[in-house]
């Protein structure tokens, strides 16, 4: 039997994420509970971090295709 979970979305790992801070700001997580909080939340953290760089990629991909040369960040294009 094989395990056909796939990772949860975006907004699922934000989530839980957000929940896991939560819990540990409360301070009332035994040491070894915070810990695996801890590694739980860096594992959502990477994988949002991975997600963003792959919507960022299509977002490239599509601008190409479209005959923009880059992404230009919002700061660059808001007058002072």
């Given at each position: ?13 934000l ?16 040491l ?22 792959q ?26």
């Amino acid at each position: 039997m094989t395990d056909t979970k796939s990772a949860p979305s975006f907004e699922e790992s934000l989530s839980e994420l957000e929940a896991i801070v939560t819990q540990m700001e409360s301070g009332d997580l035994p040491l070894a509970d915070a810990l695996q909080k801890f590694e739980r939340g860096i594992a959502l953290s990477r994988q949002s971090q991975q997600a963003l760089e792959q919507a960022e990629q299509k977002v490239k991909v599509l601008l190409t295709e479209q005959g923009e040369d880059k992404l230009v960040d919002l700061d660059d294009t808001q007058t002072s």
